[in-house]
């Protein structure tokens, strides 16, 4: 055998010497030795081919037999071993609080003698069920909890519910015909994994799809519809495995609701108020709904979550809903707002396209998002989309404070929150040199020194400051369909019923006359959250002259003098003559933790939710609709927060989060949500973890 394999094999042959049995031993093939029996070679260029030809083969052996080493079970298991236990102690978030404290309480001499195989067996039955079991326990899903204990209790659906989403909840789907959109028809261009891959493979076109046109709002061509998705799947996940929605319906479905007490009331959050009537119809068909479930089983609760919280004027208006001034008083039972957005959610988005998530992101993340969609792109989708101007920051400087002070700045504070835009001097801007200070631990920190010249800009100046980069088209639909001044006169705010554009600020408009109706507040505290900004500005764009430029005048007289909303006299120049001027970005390169506040990225960290800030959460809710001139018929007004306490093994945070979404998911508002619906609503108490009452108190309401 070894003779046969030693002609087939090159570089083969026996052992001659040494006392033990031949064996195999790889060479240097030899002139003289033939390539086999039945041929030989004597050319030396043909010997010296073969012979080459024989090495490189023996050393591709060699390179796949390492390879083969290297994709073993041998290599490959140990090194994966090792990789988990390093992400296990530098990715994975720590213990809960009761596993911690067994693992304190376990007495490490119990360990097993390694040499008694039945002592370890035994030891590790007793580990298991001691740690193991309980966190097997703590990773699986919480659902129905809060459902099965409330019904233990005895609570049954008594009214029924209907739930609105806030805004982004509502999956949308395509109903376009065109021949470049028909693959995607019925199919959900907002939500689902095929708007991931619409995103990633057609991204234009998906913008396309999405955007509506700047003039109308509406549609941009008859051929191209986008329109909200419908039924109770409309809203409880986003994409597969991503909940809004459904744990309340689990919970609500285990006291007996289903399909015939609970609507949830989707809607195309890409339009504003006015347009989802004379589109869709939207708030006539709400008003319907809700009359034939009262009809059928009595009043009924609204749920509406953040921008969905602000719909009954809309209902009850003629020309609208038409509800009428008694439809509230005979329909509703109560209204409860979770993370209501009541005075504002977004600035930065409609100036830059930028927000607190996008601006912490790693470089590297960063460099990926600005080539796939810029800062620039983000922006103009979202200016695109006329619904989200109603989440614009409301009551100025009497809610949001001034150049001196903010009704939540914190005790010692280095800088103001009423400044809610500001510069740092002309030789700190972004891209050039960065004038650095020693903080209170010896770091060299960017200087917070601010810039005269520019103004540091209060919410009113930033509205202002905002509408002068955006263009005109943009102006325009803002001023004709939304308002974001303060109105104390009561006549004025009774003439307000029937101005469409004052009925997403609370401050312009007074609640229903409805005294039985109930108002429960409900939302997070205690998670960081974007309050107020340091920005940085660029060149001019298109060379349009400096619109800010020191002593600029407003062109048209009439305009600056109206009052109310943007055009106030205390503003220079109106904002509907001014051309697109500097582009503007977060400085990202202002970090300072040891400021009050702390600055972040360029962004100033107050209280709230996570999105929301905690004077748009409560200021309305603690104070504004305390008093009569907001709040005429007296309707009662509970407030609860809910701390922000996250559980470790839960990535959405568990039962006791009071993050803006994954709050839909918590203990707390599953257990008030379900209380009112089963008529127990009478035992929600206010409940307050944050300041939020004094910093009302500092507002200025009259």
């Not at 009761?98 to 490490?108: I, Q, V």
């Not at 409940?687 to 200025?700: E, L, N, P």
Request: proline share 6%; net charge neutral.
């Amino acid at each position: 055998m070894f003779s046969s394999l030693r002609h087939r094999i090159p570089g083969i042959r026996k052992a001659t010497s040494g006392p033990d049995a031949p064996a195999l031993v790889v060479t240097e093939a030899s002139e003289s030795e033939p390539e086999s029996t039945n041929s030989v070679d004597l050319d030396p260029r043909s010997i010296e081919r073969k012979q080459f030809r024989r090495r490189s083969k023996l050393h591709r052996h060699a390179l796949e037999a390492k390879r083969r080493l290297y994709a073993s079970r041998r290599v490959l298991f140990p090194l994966g071993v090792l990789l988990g236990t390093i992400l296990t102690y530098s990715v994975l978030p720590p213990l809960p609080p009761h596993l911690s404290l067994m693992l304190e309480e376990l007495d490490m001499s119990y360990f097993p003698d390694m040499a008694n195989f039945t002592s370890v067996t035994t030891e590790w039955r007793q580990l298991s069920d001691s740690i193991l079991t309980p966190a097997k326990a703590w990773l699986r899903t919480r659902s129905f909890t809060v459902g099965d204990t409330m019904r233990a209790a005895g609570l049954e659906a008594k009214h029924p519910v209907v739930l609105i989403p806030g805004i982004v909840s509502t999956g949308l789907e395509s109903w376009s015909t065109s021949p470049e959109y028909r693959s995607y028809f019925r199919k959900r261009l907002w939500g689902t994994t095929t708007m991931i891959r619409a995103v990633l493979t057609e991204k234009e076109k998906w913008v396309a799809a999405l955007s509506l046109d700047p003039i109308s709002g509406l549609d941009p061509s008859p051929d191209i519809k986008v329109r909200a998705a419908q039924g109770i799947d409309a809203a409880s996940t986003f994409v597969p495995g991503y909940w809004i929605w459904s744990k309340v319906i689990e919970n609500l479905a285990c006291i007996n609701y289903d399909t015939n007490n609970l609507l949830l009331a989707s809607y195309d959050w890409r339009l504003s108020y006015y347009n989802l009537e004379v589109r869709d119809g939207f708030f006539s068909r709400l008003k319907m709904s809700i009359e034939s479930l009262r009809k059928r089983q009595g009043k009924v609760v609204l749920v509406g979550h953040s921008m969905g919280a602000t719909v009954l004027k809309w209902v009850e208006a003629p020309g609208y809903g038409g509800g009428g001034p008694q439809w509230v008083e005979d329909n509703i039972e109560a209204v409860i707002s979770l993370a209501g957005t009541h005075l504002a959610k977004a600035m930065t988005a409609f100036l830059s396209g930028e927000m607190k998530d996008t601006v912490e992101i790693n470089p590297a993340g960063s460099y990926v998002l600005e080539r796939f969609f810029s800062r620039k792109e983000r922006a103009t989708l979202f200016r695109g989309w006329a619904g989200s101007a109603s989440l614009w920051i409301k009551g100025g400087t009497a809610i949001w404070g001034n150049h001196t002070g903010a009704p939540d700045d914190l005790r010692h504070n280095n800088h103001t929150h009423g400044q809610l835009f500001s510069f740092r001097a002309p030789s700190a801007q972004a891209g050039e040199d960065v004038d650095l200070t020693v903080d209170a631990a010896g770091k060299h920190v960017p200087s917070l020194e601010t810039n005269p010249g520019t103004g540091n800009l209060t919410a009113l100046e930033a509205s202002a400051y905002v509408l002068e980069h955006v263009p005109d088209t943009w102006q325009k639909m803002l001023a004709s369909n939304y308002s974001y001044g303060i109105e104390r006169d009561p006549t004025k705010l009774k003439a307000n019923d029937n101005d469409h554009t004052k009925w997403t600020n609370p401050l312009e408009i007074s609640l229903p006359n409805a005294p039985s109706m109930k108002i429960f507040c409900v939302y997070g505290h205690g998670k960081e959250t974007e309050r107020s900004y340091w920005y940085a500005r660029g060149v001019y764009r298109n060379g349009a002259t400096s619109p800010d430029a020191p002593g600029a005048q407003c062109l048209n007289s009439t305009l600056c003098q109206s009052p109310g909303g943007f055009n106030n006299a205390s503003i220079p120049r109106t904002p509907f003559d001014l051309p697109l001027a500097r582009d503007s970005w977060i400085d990202t390169a202002v970090s300072n933790e040891e400021t009050v506040p702390k600055v972040r990225n360029g962004v100033k960290i107050g209280e709230g939710d996570g999105t929301v800030s905690l004077i748009s959460l409560g200021a309305m809710c603690v104070e504004g609709w305390k008093r009569k001139t907001w709040n005429p018929s007296g309707i009662k007004v509970v407030t609860v927060e809910l701390p922000h306490r996250p559980e470790g093994l839960d990535p959405r945070g568990g039962a006791t989060t009071g993050d803006h979404i994954d709050i839909l998911g918590s203990t707390g508002l599953n257990e008030i949500v379900l209380k009112v619906a089963a008529g127990r609503g009478h035992e929600i108490e206010d409940t307050f973890v944050s300041d939020i009452r004094h910093y009302a108190k500092k507002m200025q309401w009259d």
